[in-house]
């Protein structure tokens, strides 16, 4: 393999792997439909591949979407987050792709119980179910224009984006609930109240 002057590795094209040996490495991790274990790899790095996850969710390669959804869920058992940075992993290799935003989108969830203790149990895109909690937490941002933009914490530093319309039916469980003596609108799920909106935003402070 070429290096750079300063010791730095280049990667060809010929050295990189293809979308059907990262298919066929997950494949192989996968075991009874469970995650393969990526956080026990820690292979080289081989570059970056033309692969890209838009902010709806959808999976490009090479500009094309990926319409298969059982391919899509394949890469997305290997996919791994370091910093800011998005990689697809196998024992062996290790190949950057981008992400517009966050890499999957809660499409739907389900609700059980009631009060604190209810459960919120969302389904992404790709087919997980990720149950709101001491473990998955979710937090809200503010997009440039003010709005919100609510995201729930998947596994292992991988967020999902909660799609509007989801959105709105948290708004109608939430409730107020002070937080270090502030009072705000929120979540309830899995005994963890996740803050949406501070009250005073809502003018119902005091």
Not at 25 to 48: M, Q, S, V
Not at 103 to 121: A, H, K, L, N, R
Not at 177 to 191: M, P
Request: proline content about 9%; some cysteine.
């Amino acid at each position: 393999m070429a290096k750079h002057p300063k010791g730095q590795k280049i990667v060809t094209d010929a050295q990189r792997p293809g979308t059907d040996q990262l298919l066929q490495a997950a494949t192989r991790a996968a075991r009874d439909g469970g995650l393969p274990p990526i956080h026990l790899w820690n292979p080289p790095f081989c570059g970056d591949i033309d692969m890209e996850i838009r902010r709806d969710g959808t999976w490009f390669h090479e500009g094309t979407p990926i319409g298969r959804a059982p391919l899509v869920r394949l890469f997305s058992t290997i996919l791994k987050r370091e910093g800011d940075r998005y990689f697809l992993v196998t024992p062996v290799e290790k190949v950057g792709i981008r992400v517009e935003d966050a890499p999957f989108v809660v499409q739907d969830f389900e609700v059980s119980g009631s009060g604190p203790s209810q459960s919120i149990t969302f389904v992404t895109n790709v087919g997980d179910h990720v149950p709101a909690g001491p473990d998955c937490a979710i937090r809200v941002t503010r997009d440039e224009q003010g709005a919100p933009r609510p995201y729930v914490h998947v596994r292992a530093g991988l967020e999902a984006l909660i799609d509007r319309k989801s959105f709105y039916r948290l708004v109608d469980l939430g409730e107020p609930h002070e937080v270090a003596g502030i009072g705000w609108f929120g979540l309830w799920s899995r005994d963890v109240f996740f803050p949406i909106i501070p009250l005073s935003e809502l003018g119902q402070e005091g």
